[in-house]
């Protein structure tokens, strides 16, 4: 009997170090996460690698883009870059809608690092497909962090969406 709780009371102090050390090493040992390229994306909003798709718009500009959104998935992203109200930025939407079936509504919330009143600018692709959000009329000057929604409520079930941004100062 002794042998069998010695043998318990090792397997549980080996469980207890295999946790700690897969814990210590950002991994779990028992399972294993799948992830899919539609769960949320983290974009740098100044860099874009090879890997990323980009289009040019009906406007002429090019855009990059930030995901499809589909109805089992829709498009949250962190836009990596901080913003202030003096640094005059834009940022722009192009949500193609193949004529009204690809229809898109999302949402760009800017949070104040500092703390302060949250800001959302809704934006939706079924009147126009390019919304430009003008942050400069935030209401505080000190930096903010973008982030951006994007549900899907077309016929089709998914729709593309395209990010640009500039300066205006």
């Known amino acids: 009997m002794k042998i069998k709780m010695k043998s318990k009371r090792h397997l549980s102090t080996l469980l207890a170090l295999a946790l700690v050390l897969s814990t210590m090493m950002g991994t779990t040992a028992f399972a294993k996460e799948s992830v899919t390229c539609e769960d949320a994306v983290v974009v740098e909003a100044e860099q874009t690698t090879a890997e990323a798709r980009s289009i040019v718009g009906p406007d002429g500009n090019t855009y990059e883009n930030l995901g499809t959104a589909t109805r089992a998935y829709p498009i949250e992203a962190l836009l990596r870059r901080t913003v202030t109200t003096s640094d005059g930025y834009h940022i722009v939407f192009y949500c193609p809608n193949n004529n009204k079936k690809d229809l898109v ?52 079930n998914k729709c593309d969406v395209y990010y640009r941004t500039y300066q205006t100062r």
């Not at 302060?116 to 962090?145: A, C, H, K």
């Open 105 to 156: 509504q999302g949402t760009l919330t800017a949070s104040p690092v500092l703390g302060g009143l949250v800001e959302e600018f809704p934006f939706t692709n079924f009147g126009n497909e390019i919304r430009d959000i003008d942050l400069s009329n935030l209401s505080n000057n000190g930096p903010y962090i973008l982030r951006v929604k994007a549900y899907v409520y077309g016929t089709s």
